[in-house]
């Protein structure tokens, strides 16, 4: 849930926010160290520093100060290996849901810069509660004077000037407590969440993916999307129609063949992204769908993490479905090269290993029948090859920071299928898509 608490904007006030996180890290180690040692044990550095009480600490302090802290805690939570130790992932999973947002005094102050003195002249209605607060800004509800029923997407101050010295201070926390593996370099991710950032925050640069992805969604009623209004829209303001659908959670308690529709309607959308339009909105947040009940549409939201992928890219991601889904092993190794999950000198166990784990991912393209997603268990059993590969090879290969953006996606769409029990022609959608 959304906590009130002002957005530290200066950099000394980020860099002081991540001081404290230091000191409560190395307060919290010495603390559990001398308590281990009262009972007579000899605990590991590690041991003292994979507390739940230093979790929380690495969470709430990237919470609070939002932006790129908080973004790279995000990739390195979704699914890229488990770089992070378990009881650190688990925990940075929550910076996804909850968060801080400005208090009324700072939101003001933000519209003011943008928009002006006497903004709220503008307004017959402005509820400063924001209805939802993300990593780079929170969103209002608002009613124009015209009456036009508005959403208003605000960013926090200081991102944007923040977002190279917070990734370069993330980075070293975690260096400096041994929160990563020694033998991960994790600097093109740092280098993507550094690029990632600036892109979005660029909220004119938000307004563009919208209105394109709004044209090749095209009229697909299927589907609705907010309009941008132009005027009130600047870099750090997006202003939008409001869509007053339920969140799409609420399709669970729906009829079978509803819940099948929705959830087919979904899995074809992110089909036409990856291999058709090569834009593809990234965010598997469950927020940024929601359900009209009484027309049975789907909204789309949130289009800051919107990706454009080649040409060259998409082929390389088709070819390797292909061959998961009609080809041999020597098939998915060669193909699984071009996209960049393996090299050509990797050891034939590394290889034999990714081939398994892309084949079990893409069990359901090989569904001859409708794909039960609520009866399935391929995300535990995927997590199962993944670990099993971290403790038995020393070796590892990262993949493209491109493709990790595209297992949080597909991993997000899996986890909103099950979600809804739903039973999908997979075969026939990814068929149609690679043929």
């Not at 503008?122 to 924001?130: K, Q």
């Not at 015209?146 to 605000?154: E, F, L, S, T």
């Not at 834009?279 to 009940?293: C, G, K, S, W």
């Not at 893409?362 to 391929?378: L, N």
Request: proline fraction near 4%; include cysteine; charged fraction near 25%.
């Amino acid at each position: 849930m959304s906590t009130e608490r002002r957005i530290p904007a200066s950099r000394l006030g980020r860099i002081s926010t991540l001081g404290r996180l230091a000191g409560g890290i190395a307060s919290g180690l010495v603390s559990e160290g001398a308590r281990q040692v009262a009972q007579g044990r000899r605990p590991r550095f590690s041991e003292l520093l994979l507390t739940p009480a230093n979790a929380r600490r690495l969470r709430d302090r990237m919470s609070e100060m939002r932006g790129a802290a908080m973004k790279v805690g995000q990739l390195l939570s979704m699914d890229s290996g488990n770089l992070l130790p378990a009881e650190f992932s688990e925990v940075l999973k929550g910076l996804r849901e909850g968060a801080h947002h400005m208090p009324m005094l700072q939101l003001a102050n933000v519209l003011e810069d943008s928009w002006g003195e006497g903004w709220e002249r503008n307004f017959r209605r402005f509820h400063t509660s924001p209805r939802a607060a993300a990593s780079i800004g929170q969103v209002h509800e608002a009613v124009l004077k015209d009456g036009a029923h508005i959403a208003v997407k605000i960013q926090y101050p200081g991102v944007k000037r923040s977002i190279d010295s917070d990734v370069a201070n993330v980075a070293t926390l975690l260096r400096l407590f041994r929160l990563l593996p020694e033998d991960i370099d994790i600097d093109h991710i740092l280098d993507e969440a550094r690029r990632q950032l600036h892109d979005e925050a660029d909220y004119l640069k938000e307004a563009e993916a919208l209105k394109q992805y709004s044209v090749l969604l095209g009229g697909d009623d299927r589907f609705s999307m907010p309009a941008v209004l132009d005027e009130m829209t600047t870099s750090t303001v997006l202003s939008m129609s409001y869509l007053t659908g339920d969140p799409i959670e609420a399709v669970d308690q729906q009829a079978d063949a509803v819940r099948n529709r929705v959830a087919t309607d979904l899995l074809e959308l992110g089909i036409r992204e990856i291999f058709e339009w090569g834009l593809v909105q990234t965010d598997p947040n469950f927020a940024n769908y929601r359900y009209q009940q009484d027309t049975g549409v789907i909204e789309l939201l949130d289009f800051g993490a919107t990706r454009r992928y080649s040409e060259q890219r998409q082929q390389a991601l088709r070819a390797l479905l292909a061959a998961c889904i009609d080809g041999d092993d020597s098939d998915v190794q060669l193909a699984a090269c071009d996209v960049g999950y393996l090299g050509d000198e990797d050891p034939s166990a590394y290889r034999r290993a990714i081939t398994h784990l892309l084949r079990t991912a893409t069990e359901p393209a090989r569904a001859k029948q409708d794909y039960d997603f609520g009866g399935s268990d391929i995300a535990a059993r995927v997590s199962d090859i993944v670990v099993d590969m971290r403790l038995n090879e020393k070796y590892g290969r990262m993949p493209p920071v491109e493709i990790l953006f595209l297992h949080r996606k597909l991993g997000g769409v899996y986890l909103l299928l099950n979600r809804l029990r739903a039973k999908v022609p997979v075969g026939a959608l990814v068929k149609a898509a690679v043929n």
